[in-house]
Antibody
Framework: QITLKESGPALVKPTQTLTLTCTLS??????????VGWIRQPPGKALEWVSL???????RYSPSLRNRLTITKDTSKNQVVLTMTNMDPVDTATYYC????????????WGQGTLVTVSS | QSALTQPASVSGSPGQSVTISCTGT?????????VSWYQQLPGKVPKLIIY???KRPSGASLRFSGSKSGNTASLTISGLRAEDEADYYC?????????FGGGTKLTVL
């Protein structure tokens, strides 16, 4: 069974940098075809795809957020880390870690999500 | 990349069928056979119910079915039940980004 667990701060100040970590179990980042990424959902609003990294190191970013994002993986810890700079109140959202297999491009498994509030 | 267009809300009575549309463009929905659908029950995490336009993942209800014509994908829920009341989101691979629809709230009358 694949499980994903997000961790990170619940509150960040405007202009600060957000760092979120996703820890995987039941799935290895070394396995061919595996992709792990992030989707966010502002309170009461729709889902928005943010970023994804594949087993081979291929990084994908939302065009609208690209200049603020970095996604990395640590295969020894089986973790994926998302960094988002210059946080703004509009970035307040629940951030979900998700698993995707390269061939079907869907998000098969989701973490429980972590609510990040941007406020001074 | 613009979001996919979904109706804000749909409704149906128990036992009926409802269809939710998802309109994109020739750059996303119409280009790739990679539309997926997600069910988000109130206060819960989204759950994959359809992938690759019309395939059901293991464990997904047979009452959910997906289809596509041109730039519009559709999700049909047959034999409506009270527990189907939820938000439904479509999503399409579009090259580098994925694009989601704005979501549709299904009310079971």
């Amino acid at each position: 069974q694949i499980t994903l667990k997000e961790s990170g701060p619940a509150l960040v100040k405007p202009t600060q940098t957000l760092t979120l970590t996703c820890t995987l179990s039941g799935l290895s980042l070394r396995t061919s075809g595996v992709g792990v990424g992030w989707i966010r959902q502002p309170p009461g609003k729709a889902l928005e795809w943010v970023s994804l990294i594949y087993w081979n190191g291929d990084e994908r970013y939302s065009p609208s957020l690209r200049n603020r994002l970095t996604i990395t993986k640590d295969t020894s810890k089986n973790q994926v880390v998302l960094t988002m700079t210059n946080m703004d109140p509009v970035d307040t959202a629940t951030y979900y870690c998700v698993y995707s297999y390269v061939s079907d491009a869907s998000f098969d498994s989701w973490g429980q999500g972590t609510l990040v509030t941007v406020s001074s | 990349q613009s979001a996919l267009t979904q109706p804000a809300s749909v409704s149906g009575s128990p036992g009926q069928s409802v269809t939710i549309s998802c309109t994109g463009t020739s750059s996303d929905v119409g280009r790739f056979d990679l539309v997926s659908w997600y069910q988000q029950l109130p206060g819960k995490v989204p759950k994959l119910i359809i992938y690759e336009d019309n395939k059901r993942p293991s464990g997904a209800s047979l009452r959910f079915s997906g289809s596509k014509s041109g730039n519009t994908a559709s999700l049909t829920i047959s034999g409506l039940r009270a527990e189907d009341e939820a938000d439904y989101y479509c999503c399409s691979y579009a090259g580098t980004p994925w694009v989601f629809g704005g979501g549709t709230k299904l009310t079971v009358l």
